[in-house]
């Protein structure tokens, strides 16, 4: 069933920009690979021939705007000198060192890749990894061939790419994309089609189907993150949620406004034009709004984040009220337009780990888009596109047989307990009506040059009927 809140919230969201490991039920070759590869995390990545059959990408160059991830290209990123370092042809699915040939396995994903609004670093992230998967035996041999449409913000050009991944490429996976359209628009048609979808979520469709499972929490429940910071940081009165003027944004503030409400706080979200022009009139009108000691969430791009507050610090009202931003602000670029005066002084939700970490699943990660990632942007957008391919990968490598829509599927369905050091808690697919696996965040705040972590990893509060579903659901289910 699709709760209350979540069926009023899929019609506001289907529009709405972005505000934005190992499944232990995966088969022993492909753990014991990686679990060998992590040991030997010191040895060269073995040089191999081209991939057979060369991942592609159609309707989208997935390159990442800046607005939706890190502004640290790849190929400038520089992985600590750590025993962790993995050499990524020993890690990647089978980890043969040999090119996979063959039948390919079509995968498919749909993103939103217009100028100023750029998801794809979400694909490119997958991308990447799939093309290290097929330099290292494929699935059992046979390449992936990773198909990317762009629903280009456009209800009937979203609607055509699902029906042409489905009907025409005969994809037997759709794993990998970040659009703001194709969860609302198609979700409930690949449920028809026998689809099993992961993906990045943005709006509340992705999180209120059974059969959609997204590995992020999405603009809503790191706004209800960052309501709860500022609360724990002493916060009283009034939360005031600004989100630049976008369909959907009223979405972005309903998970902060159910847990303000529900904890003694007034509420109030306003909505300025984007671009945000006047940083510092949002910034004077949100803290007049929220009072002395209240609560300010600042939600939107990095771009928008930051004009709002320079805003606040022109006209110093940093130490007039707490400050936190969302999981889209969680971007080196913030960092460096903001300035000292900020250290410490806002919380920015994040949905992932640091892409610095020298963690083996991360430094993994920086290894495989060092090699295969192109000028796509280190940060979170292109680490959700990493881990759904990862998780897509070993789903399909524990089929005991053929790879079939029907087979793959399944498998991905049966997916639980996949742990990951980007993650705070483990990612599961499994039979639950909703679907919100991360559910627990860290904040980290601007620190000089790069970010620190300001807290651990922060469970959501069991608020809104979303919440408590998934809680209840992780409790039957001893997750």
């Not at 046979?142 to 990317?148: G, N, T």
């Not at 940060?379 to 490598?397: H, K, P, R, Y």
Request: charged share 20%; with cysteine; net charge negative.
């Amino acid at each position: 069933m699709i709760y209350p809140r979540t069926i009023a919230a899929l019609v506001v969201a289907s529009l709405a920009m972005a505000a934005c490991s190992s499944d232990s039920e995966t088969s022993e070759t492909a753990e014991t690979t990686r679990s060998s590869a992590a040991a030997e995390t010191s040895a060269a990545a073995t040089t191999t021939e081209a991939a057979a059959a060369e991942t592609t990408v159609a309707g989208t160059d997935a390159t990442a705007d800046t607005e939706a991830a890190s502004a640290t290209s790849a190929a400038e990123a520089t992985a600590p000198e750590t025993d962790a370092t993995p050499a990524a042809a020993e890690v990647c699915g089978l980890g043969t060192g040999e090119p996979a040939s063959g039948d390919p396995i079509k995968i498919g994903a749909v993103t939103t890749q217009i100028p100023g609004v750029d998801l794809s670093a979400g694909p490119a992230g997958a991308k990447a990894y799939f093309d290290c998967v097929n330099d290292n035996g494929g699935i059992n041999g046979r390449p992936i061939e990773f198909i990317v449409e762009n629903d280009q913000l456009d209800p009937g050009a979203a609607a055509a790419a699902g029906k042409k991944l489905v009907e025409s490429d005969n994809v037997v996976l759709l794993a990998g994309g970040i659009s703001i359209l194709d969860c609302a628009l198609n979700g409930a048609y690949y449920g028809e089609q026998g689809f099993n979808m992961i993906t990045g979520g943005v709006g509340a469709a992705c999180f209120g189907l059974p059969h959609i499972a997204p590995v992020n929490a999405g603009p809503a429940y790191s706004g209800q993150i960052s309501a709860q910071y500022v609360a724990s940081q002493g916060a009283t009165g009034k939360i005031v949620f600004v989100a630049p003027k976008v369909p959907g944004a009223e979405y972005f503030s309903s998970a902060a406004e159910a847990w303000a409400l529900a904890n003694g706080f007034e509420y109030e979200a306003i909505y300025p034009d984007t671009p945000v022009q006047d940083g510092a009139a949002v910034a004077l009108d949100a803290v007049t709004r929220a009072g002395e000691g209240g609560g300010v969430i600042v939600s939107g791009s990095p771009q928008d984040t930051a004009t709002m507050l320079q805003g606040a610090a022109e006209q110093g009202l940093i130490d007039d009220v707490y400050w936190a931003a969302g999981a889209s602000a969680d971007d080196i670029s913030l960092v460096e337009a903001l300035g000292p005066e900020w250290d410490g002084k806002v919380a920015v939700a994040a949905e992932v780990a640091d892409v610095n970490g020298d963690a083996p699943d991360i430094a993994l990660y920086r290894e495989v888009m060092g090699e295969y990632g192109g000028d796509a942007a280190l940060g979170a957008f292109s680490v959700f596109g990493f881990l759904m391919a990862e998780i897509a990968v070993d789903a399909m490598l524990g089929i005991d047989g053929d790879v079939t829509k029907e087979s793959a599927n399944a498998a991905l369905n049966e997916v639980v307990d996949y742990e990951s050091d980007f993650l705070c808690k483990p990612f599961y697919f499994g039979d639950s009506d909703l679907h919100l696996a991360n559910n627990s965040q860290r904040n980290r705040t601007p620190d000089g040059d790069v970010f620190a972590e300001l807290t651990g990893c922060t469970p959501l509060d069991p608020v809104d009927d979303v919440v408590k579903a998934v809680y209840a659901y992780e409790k039957a289910n001893g997750i």
